[in-house]
C-alpha cells in the first residue's frame, strides 16, 4: 500500500495519514499498528484503510453515496435498525429505504463514508451495498483493540461442532484465548470458490426454460459471470450467487453439471400440482383416482 490513513480506535474522530510507510530496511510498512498516537487521548492509532490513491483534500472531501443493493432475508430487524441508524431516519424511513431498489442509504465525506463501511462490514451477512464514487481504500476490517490486554487479535474461523453448515467468523485474541467480536454465518456466504455451473437446456420444456431464463435476467447484479444462450447456460459465480439458480434447476428436475461440485445443501421448492398435471397423470396412469388436492395435501 502506497498510503495508510490511520485512526485513534476510541476517538473514531479523523484519519490521519501515516507518514512512515517504509521500515528501515525499504520494505513496506502496514504494521495494523501505527507508531504515532491520537492527539487527543494518547492512544496508539491503528490502521483504518489504504491505498494507492495520495489522500488529498478531493479524497477526504469527497461525497460518497452508499446504497442498499440486497437485504437477505429473515435479518429485517436487524437491517432496520442499521438502516435507522446509519440514514438517521424513523423506522417508517428505514423500511421505505428496505423496500426501494437501489435505496440510497447515506452520504457523507471520506471519514464518515468509512465509519459507515465498518459497521455495514459488522453486519455483513445481511447487507449488501455499493458506493459510488466507489471508496478508495481497502478497509482491512476488525482491527480492533482487544479490551482485556489491549493487544491485537487476529481472524479467526471455527466451523460450529453441532451445526456443520453453519461457522463462527470474528477476531480472536490469541494471548487471552477468547473471542473479542464474532458472529455466525454459513459457510456458503463465507465460500470464496467460484463455481462453474453449466446446463443444457436442450430438451426442456419451453416453459420451464423462459422461467428459468427470466430468473437468470434478475440476477443481472449479482456478481456472476454468466452466458446465456438457447441451448446453454454457463454460469460462473461464488455458492452465495448461484444457490438460487440451483433450487430452481433441482426443483425442475434439470440436470446440471458443476465444478468443483457443490458441498451445500440444495433447497428444493414443492411443486403445487395443477388440474391439468392431474388429468396427465390420470392419463399415465389409467384407473388413479386422485385430485389436486389429496396431492397437494400429501407434499
Ligand atoms: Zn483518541
Ligand atoms: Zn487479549
Known amino acids: 500500500m502506497d498510503y495508510i490513513l490511520d485512526i485513534c ?3 473514531m474522530d479523523k484519519l490521519y495519514e501515516r507518514e512512515k510507510t517504509l521500515d528501515d530496511n525499504g520494505r513496506e510498512y502496514n504494521d495494523p499498528v501505527s507508531e504515532a498516537f491520537c492527539p487527543n487521548c494518547g492512544h496508539r492509532l491503528i490502521m483504518a484503510c489504504g491505498g494507492a490513491k495520495k489522500p488529498d483534500s478531493t479524497v477526504y472531501d469527497t461525497a460518497y453515496k452508499i446504497f442498499i443493493s440486497y437485504t437477505a432475508d429473515g435479518q429485517e430487524e ?9 440514514g438517521r431516519c424513523s423506522r417508517d424511513a428505514a423500511l421505505e429505504k428496505l423496500n426501494t431498489e437501489h435505496c440510497l442509504l447515506c452520504e457523507g465525506n471520506l471519514l464518515e463514508t468509512y ?33 482485556t490486554c489491549g493487544g491485537i487479535p487476529v481472524m479467526k474461523e471455527e466451523i460450529l461442532e453441532n451445526s456443520p453448515f453453519e461457522v463462527e467468523v470474528g477476531i480472536f485474541c490469541e494471548k487471552c484465548n477468547k473471542w473479542v467480536k464474532t458472529y455466525i454465518t454459513s459457510r456458503k456466504d463465507i465460500d470464496n470458490t467460484v463455481y462453474h455451473l453449466r446446463v443444457c437446456l436442450k430438451g426442456i420444456e419451453s416453459n ?8 437468470l435476467e434478475a440476477y443481472e447484479d449479482w456478481k456472476i459471470k454468466k452466458e446465456v444462450t438457447e ?8 455458492a452465495s450467487n448461484i444457490s438460487d ?16 461440485p457443490y458441498p451445500y445443501e440444495i433447497p428444493v ?7 391439468e398435471d392431474v388429468e396427465l397423470l390420470k392419463a399415465m396412469n389409467p384407473g388413479l383416482n386422485v385430485t389436486a388436492e389429496e ?5
Open 269 to 275: 421448492y414443492k411443486k403445487l400440482w395443477t388440474e
Open 295 to 299: 396431492l397437494n395435501d400429501l407434499n
Open 115 to 147: 465509519l459507515c463501511i465498518r459497521e455495514l462490514a459488522e453486519v455483513n451477512c445481511f447487507l449488501v451495498y455499493e458506493t459510488e464514487p466507489e471508496f478508495p481504500y481497502d478497509i482491512p476490517l476488525f482491527t480492533f483493540f482487544c479490551p
Open 231 to 238: 441451448e446453454r447456460i454457463a454460469v460462473d459465480g461464488l
Open 245 to 260: 439458480i440451483l433450487t430452481d434447476l433441482k426443483s425442475n428436475d434439470i440436470s446440471y453439471e458443476i465444478e468443483p
Open 78 to 86: 436487524e437491517a432496520i435498525d442499521i438502516v435507522m441508524k446509519l
Open 208 to 215: 420451464v426454460k423462459m422461467e428459468l431464463l427470466e430468473k
Open 9 to 11: 480506535p476510541k476517538c
